[in-house]
């Protein structure tokens, strides 16, 4: 057979999974007797029923012999015990359906290149190293899970493997690994078996202390009363023969379909186990396939060889980048020390000019402050300018206001008399039409009516040339730019003083 390339792996897993042989003695001792507390614990509910209910019959079954009371207590026994194991068993089962074969089978080997070709040629043909990995990722499980009965199967079937190169003795270890646990599973029955056989015993055994009570107390001097007590004395008898045969066929027939299920259960983990470990482990070399033989032989060869070029392609991959890793750690020093070369060349030049920036902008900074100066002073100035132009420009506001409300006046005591020389003159024309017509129209000097209508003309285009009384200003912060319409507007008025006034002398 063809020798596995030789690898270096640290896969000495030891990990077990836990099974109830490797258990504490303590949790095995309570695992076992904690049905028959239960089952006695049953049995003291039972009588205390019987003796609540106090009915005739169950009387006379049940308490009419401590015999029949030993039977009913060993009868409660054995009910919880395959009580328990009905219980166990359907756990199993459930189990068994619940776990796949992918959940339980070993992780594939991955594609990345992480995997040396020796590693996979081992893995591939190998069963005992095949055994270790899958014995370290059953141990990955969780608890629950490893407590089946179907791991613990194949854990301990890998661990046989695990010390092995081949499979050659994998079919026994599976055959006496199923017979072991099938005799455990008959052997977890044997209490169940004592009690069955025990129970009609105790029936025989308590007819034959019940008869030889009952023979032993006769007294034949009374013949009746002699036949009553022997006929009581064997009611009693065989009471308990009955009442054990009774119980003796009840357990049994609960104890078979317990047993059929321990059995299914067994057949079920066998076949999965041999349906696994044919997956899962590699199988023979073919020793009488020269072929197959060769064929094997040139993989392994093959797988050799390819470790090798691994083995050296990984030297000189490592020798090259020890070479890369020397050539930067020189590339490095010489850039240092080519900038250390450089510094020292350009410090005394860049500390030159360095020192002639700073001069400049210190000479552009005080160039800057001066220019600042300058240009606060100017500023001073035209603000003083300002204020005394704002001052003056608000003085000839205030008299341009005082003349404004003159003329004002004025004007408006103009109006007043145009207004009340008007009305004199349409009252002297009112009195002199009625005049006229109560009398006969006089012919007027030609004069005279030149000089009313010219009065009358110089009235109205006195009228019109003045102007309408202004409003009086609310504030008397006003802008420069009012002044100048008040301005105009008192130019105006002087303007045509000299024509209102001319108009007026052509008038009169």
Not at 83 to 106: G, K
């Amino acid at each position: 057979m063809t020798q596995a390339p030789e690898i270096v792996s640290n896969d000495h897993s030891t990990s077990k999974i836990d099974s109830p042989a490797r258990q504490s003695p303590w949790a095995t001792l309570i695992h076992k007797l904690t049905p028959l507390a239960i089952g006695l614990a049953g049995g003291c509910v039972f009588y205390a029923v019987v003796l609540t209910v106090d009915w005739a019959p169950l009387n006379r079954y049940f308490l009419g012999h401590p015999v029949a009371v030993a039977a009913t207590m060993l009868f409660t026994v054995a009910i919880s015990i395959l009580a328990f194991m009905t219980l166990d068993t359907a756990s199993q089962q459930r189990s068994l359906r619940l776990l796949r074969d992918a959940d339980l089978m070993p992780p594939p080997m991955s594609d990345d290149g992480s995997v040396s070709p020796a590693q996979r040629w081992q893995n591939d043909n190998d069963a005992g190293h095949a055994a270790r990995l899958w014995r370290s990722a059953l141990s990955s499980l969780p608890a629950t899970t490893r407590q089946s009965s179907l791991v613990r199967r194949l854990d301990e079937v890998l661990t046989r493997q695990s010390h092995r190169t081949t499979t050659t003795e994998l079919p026994e270890d599976l055959r006496e690994l199923s017979v072991r646990d099938a005799d455990a599973a008959h052997d977890s029955l044997g209490l169940i078996r004592i009690i069955v056989w025990a129970i009609p015993m105790l029936g025989f055994l308590g007819t034959v202390i019940g008869i030889t009570q009952t023979l032993g107390g006769l007294d034949f001097t009374d013949g009746t009363a002699a036949v009553d007590r022997l006929k009581s004395g064997l009611y009693v008898a065989f009471d308990t023969t009955a009442l054990g045969l009774v119980l003796s066929v009840v357990a049994i027939f609960l104890q078979f379909p317990v047993e059929r299920g321990l059995q299914s259960l067994l057949v079920d983990i066998d076949e999965r186990v041999r349906n696994l470990v044919s997956l899962g482990l590699p199988a023979d070399s073919p020793a009488d396939n020269q072929t197959a033989m060769i064929t094997h032989l040139c993989s392994g060869i093959e797988t050799a060889v390819a470790e090798s070029l691994a083995t050296q392609a990984k030297l000189w991959r490592e020798t090259i980048e020890e070479a890369q890793e020397a050539w930067r750690s020189q590339h490095n020093e010489g850039a240092e020390q080519f900038r250390q070369l450089l510094q020292s060349a350009m410090k005394p030049a860049l500390t030159h000019h360095a020192d002639r920036i700073d001069a400049s902008i210190g000479r552009l900074d005080g160039a800057a402050h001066s220019v600042e100066n300058a240009l606060r002073e100017q500023t001073a100035v035209w603000r003083g300018a300002l204020q005394d132009t704002a001052t003056e420009v608000q003085t000839h506001r205030r008299t341009l206001l005082t003349h404004t409300e003159a003329m004002t006046t004025l004007a408006a005591r103009q109006s007043e008399q145009d207004a009340s020389l008007r009305d004199a003159l349409k009252l002297a024309v009112t009195d002199r039409s009625r005049t006229d017509a109560s009398e006969p129209v006089p012919v007027l000097d030609p004069a005279v009516t030149q000089a009313m209508t010219t009065l009358a003309r110089a009235v109205d285009l006195l009228s019109t040339r003045l102007p309408a009384p202004p409003e009086r200003p609310t504030r008397t912060s006003a802008v420069s730019g009012r002044a100048k319409p008040a301005a105009d507007s008192n130019a105006a008025s002087r303007a045509n003083g000299p024509a209102n006034r001319d108009s007026l002398g052509r008038a009169a």
